[in-house]
């Protein structure tokens, strides 16, 4: 029986007991989530990693919640299936949200664009009206350093330097402006569609400073493709749209930003291909050459 069968069960029936029938199965994307376009107009997410480190429903709770504020708001966002309760939905084990389906064009993002529309949610998302916990992402990869040692998918040394920027970037963070954030704001969470550019996969968001998301989608063209004209444009159009951007604290998130990819990687690729290794190897060299 394909691992998938379980977590496909969970999102049609949940789907049927809404009243809605499925009369497709696409799979989208198949790893820790499992994403199915169900009907013309309804995709579904699935978690279907049951020994991950995040179980249950907080996660697509503060997701939800988050996306629906958003979509309320007219943020370039992909907002949730407005023919479902927006749960989030648990069943067989899974738990399961569900969105509206998008269509996604070849071209790629503007750099400009990118930068305006990540000022757009965090402008929206400043009046997010529930507490979301502080620099989450940072305090979650932290404790989960004892599990990397525990089951040896990290050196010594490396999870000493990790632990190490991540404690050092707590303290440096707490004293700037938190808000709501995305949280994992990369190229991959960014489609470009017929609608326009929207923003999506809420999951990682908590209160920090807007530099965390501003580093998040500059990471990766400033320190590994030394693409600073991309950076330019990005922080230019987010300034332009009213975006304040503090340089200490930028900085501070370009390094939190390493370590916690670093931390996240062996979990989310057991078994990296060569571009993903050189990829690693940089982010770690990077993070040893800024702790000399």
């Known amino acids: ?105 070849e071209a790629e993002p503007e750099p400009r664009e990118i930068g305006r529309t990540l000022q757009q949610c965090h402008a929206v998302m400043r009046h997010f009206p529930e507490p979301l916990p502080k620099l989450a992402i940072i305090t979650e990869s932290l404790a989960m350093l004892k599990m990397l040692e525990e089951r ?18 707590l303290t440096c963070l707490e004293p700037f402006p938190h808000q709501s954030l995305h949280g994992d704001a990369h190229i991959g969470n960014l489609m470009n569609t017929t609608q326009g550019l929207l923003w999506t996969d809420w999951e990682d968001t908590f209160a920090g400073p807007v530099e965390w998301d501003v580093a998040s989608i500059i990471w990766n063209a400033k320190l590994l493709e030394g693409d600073e004209a991309t950076v330019h444009q990005i922080l230019a159009a987010y300034q ?4 304040l951007i503090h340089d200490e604290a930028l900085q501070q998130c370009l390094i939190a930003r390493a370590a916690v990819v670093t931390a996240w990687y062996p979990l989310l690729y057991p078994n990296p291909n060569e571009d993903r290794q050189t990829k690693l190897r940089q982010r770690i060299e990077w993070l040893k050459a800024i702790r000399l």
């Open 1 to 105: 029986m394909p691992s998938s069968d379980l977590p496909i069960r969970a999102a049609t029936e949940t789907a049927i007991a809404h009243g809605i029938t499925p009369d497709r199965c696409d799979i989208l994307q198949d790893s820790s989530t499992l994403v199915l376009r169900l009907t013309d107009t309804l995709v579904a997410r699935v978690v279907q990693d049951q020994d991950g480190p995040r179980q249950g429903t907080e996660w697509f709770a503060r997701e939800n919640a988050i996306a629906h504020h958003l979509t309320m708001h007219g943020a370039p966002v992909i907002p949730l299936h407005p023919d479902l309760p927006p749960g989030p939905h648990e069943h067989l084990g899974y738990p399961v949200n569900f969105w509206q389906f998008v269509t996604r064009i």
């Open 152 to 169: 040896a998918l990290l050196p010594p040394d490396i999870l000493e330097l990790l632990h190490h920027h991540l404690t050092t970037s």
């Open 240 to 243: 332009e749209a009213g975006g």
